[in-house]
């Protein structure tokens, strides 16, 4: 069977791909535990596809729950080269509205309680985070957007997403502070994801939904689960179109990422000093391209 090569994280309320044909379920164990859930892989065109719901079907994890070395450690050992996280997000600037789509470029991480990295007992790494979004991924994902002529939502190009620990919302003095680090929107998921994914030389892109407001608004509701939930379901159909279109491009261009090597400079140890277990948990990391694909 071929591998798949790209990958999708499905967030609040994209529990799954409709258009995902041939399918197949992985349960995966990994060095980390098990991922969220089973990993679903189908064909959508000519493009092998992964499929994972970050917080499991029937929504069961809290963000702080979510075993995130794990999913991106079972993404990687699939195959995965390219990874669209698709994630629920607040507004922190007024331009940016509820049901538009923002396509980050980067992130302040101010969560607590998480691993971030696949690294340590024996193995050192420090990769580059400078741009912790792969711009090849998400140009095409900002493509597939345009090309679904959307007229009652807006994208926004860039912007910097905070990822807080959760799972409760900010307080208003938070957010006017996360509002004054020139934040644009704030979520709970994308961090250490991100991380993660570059450790594990995988391209990266969010594509967020905007739910709300947060809280900073002076005339808008402030945040709820419910609002969000609400919000995000109206643009769950999009998303999917988005993902179908995304993906076709991202087969057809096979874009070079700075992601891919980023263990080449990043990688400190030795990979022969490394204990036995180690290594073997970091060869996956370092799989290529055709070493994935065989």
Known sequence: MTKPLIGVMGGSGLFQMDALTDTQEHRIDTPFGRPSDIIVTGQ???????????????????????????????????GVRYLISISA??????????LDMVLPDQFIDLTKHRTSTFFGD??????????????????????????????????????????????????????????????????????PEAKLAREAQIAYATLALVTDYDCWHPKEAHV???????????????????????????????????????????LVSPIEAMPEEVRKRIDVLLQTEHAAAD
């Open 122 to 191: 024996g193995a050192v790494a420090h990769v580059s985070m400078a741009q912790p979004v792969c711009p090849s991924l998400s140009a095409l994902l900002a493509q597939a957007i345009g090309d679904q002529n959307f007229t009652d939502l807006k994208l926004h190009k860039g912007g910097t997403y905070v990822c807080i620990e959760g799972p409760a919302f900010s307080s208003v003095a938070e957010s006017q502070w996360f509002r004054s680090m020139g934040a644009s929107i704030i979520g709970m998921t994308n961090m």
């Open 44 to 78: 959508i065109g000519d493009a092998r596809v992964a499929f994972l719901a970050r917080h499991g079907r029937g929504h069961r994890l809290i963000p702080t729950e979510v075993p995130y070395r794990a999913n991106i450690y079972a993404m990687k050992s699939l």
């Open 224 to 266: 709820t689960a419910n609002m969000a939930i609400a919000n995000l379901m109206k643009n769950a159909e999009h998303a999917q179109r988005v993902l179908v279109s995304a993906i076709s491009l991202v087969s057809h261009a096979s874009p070079i990422s700075i992601a891919h090597d980023a263990l080449v400079s990043g």
């Open 89 to 98: 997000v607040g507004s922190l600037q007024e331009n940016i509205r509820p």
